[in-house]
């Protein structure tokens, strides 16, 4: 048996097991730990954030989650709401409108180095803000970052100073949406703040939060990721996931759908085309991932002979772990976008029958074409 271990820094009980949760600590950084009889235990989170100054992302409990929103309502804050554009579904965080409250929200769509650069950026700012009126949300601005790539850092805390007037800031987001990596990026914007960032507790949870002091005695409160449940990135693993998320701006491909085919994107998700008028597909995924066309009445053999082959994601092990697909089944009006989540989009013409396929709790859904 093993006392509980706590991390001096945020007061997490340390624990091995889940990278994504708080307490986190590398077996083998616990292990050299306890054989130096170490009193200050950090957990890695604390510990990179120390000696780096880099925030590590982790990840809410249910319960911390109701203490983290409550928190927030009662805070006199802006929001900052950090969002991925090529997954907008599976950046939502259920029940933002409710704990958002009074507080003025400014949305930020991030990866913007992904899209595709023929699409115009202003009519971008629009879709996002239409899209999050669709949950209720009226952001007070719309801001387009590139949290890896540096993009728009200053713009963005230009308009965070424009908008919070005199109040602190909090930054949310759902995991892998690349909220650390842009808060990572503001703490290199603002060198002189480095050695003040704080941790402290938010009450009632089992959480730490980081604060960035702002110059008026403010601060910006780096809130843990949110996990939405129907994200790709909880049916693939990490270099499986890598391989689907798109590292650099995506090249659309053209194909002729025909009644009857089947398009796989790699062995992740799949599009049939049930019945259409117009043989038209456009594909929005990263550049590597293999696609392979086929006919539908083939398509369960195929996969089944192929995945983790000829179709990958998912590779080695992964593949027999792997959730089956899914089948959805949609009619569009007008174009429209088939949305896989965390994996991308087909748009198809309007007028057509098509099923798509995700694994086993990775959403499906449809929207107006983007571009
Ligand atoms: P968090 O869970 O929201 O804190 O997300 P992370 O900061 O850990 O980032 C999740 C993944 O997205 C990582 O693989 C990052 O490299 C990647 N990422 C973060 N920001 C960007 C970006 O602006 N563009 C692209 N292409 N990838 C990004």
Redesign the pocket.
């Known amino acids: 048996t093993q006392e509980t271990l706590y991390c001096i820094g945020c007061g997490a009980a340390i624990q091995t097991t889940d990278p994504a949760a708080a307490g986190y600590t590398p077996a083998s950084a616990l292990r050299k730990a306890l054989a130096n009889d170490t009193q200050d235990l950090y957990c890695q989170r604390c510990f990179r954030l120390r000696h780096y100054n880099e925030i590590v992302?982790v990840a809410l409990s249910d319960d911390d989650f109701r203490h983290l929103l409550a928190t927030i309502r009662e805070a006199n804050a802006l929001v900052v709401y950090?969002v991925d554009i090529f997954d907008l579904n599976g950046s939502i965080i259920p029940g933002l409108q409710r704990f958002v409250g009074d507080n003025p929200v400014l949305l930020v769509g991030?990866?913007?180095?992904?899209l595709p650069r023929q699409l115009r950026r202003t009519k971008l700012r629009e879709w996002m803000n239409q899209q999050v009126r669709a949950q209720g949300i009226k952001p007070v601005g719309v801001a387009l970052?590139?949290?890896?790539?540096g993009h728009a850092i200053d713009e963005l805390l230009a308009l965070i100073e424009k908008y919070r007037r005199g109040r602190d800031v909090y930054v949310v987001?759902?995991?892998?949406?690349?909220?650390?990596?842009?808060i990572n990026r503001i703490i290199a914007n603002n060198t002189g703040l480095q050695d003040l960032i704080t941790t402290s507790r938010f009450p009632g949870t089992t959480l730490d939060k980081i604060e960035i002091p702002l110059d008026d005695g403010h601060k910006m409160v780096d809130t843990p990721?949110i996990i939405h449940p129907e994200q790709m990135a909880h049916v693939l693993s990490g270099d499986d996931l890598?391989l689907v998320?798109?590292?650099k701006e995506i090249r659309p491909k053209g194909y002729q759908l025909r009644n009857g085919q089947t398009l796989f994107l790699g062995g992740v998700a799949r599009l049939d085309i049930v019945d259409t008028i117009k043989p038209a597909g456009t594909v929005y995924v990263d550049n590597n991932l293999p696609l392979h066309r086929t006919r539908t009445e083939n398509a369960d053999n195929f996969y089944e002979k192929h995945v983790g082959e000829l179709i990958t994601p998912p590779t080695g092990d992964a593949v027999k772990d792997f959730p089956p697909l899914v089948r959805h089944e949609f009619k569009t009006t007008g174009v429209t976008d088939v949305v896989f989540e965390g994996l991308g989009w087909v748009t198809v013409p309007g007028d057509t029958r098509v099923a798509g396929w995700a694994p086993r709790g990775v959403d499906v859904v449809t929207r107006p074409a983007m571009i």
């Open positions: 992302p950090v991030n990866k913007e180095d992904v970052t590139s949290a890896k790539r987001g759902v995991t892998n949406v690349g909220k650390s990596t842009l990721g890598k998320s798109p590292q």
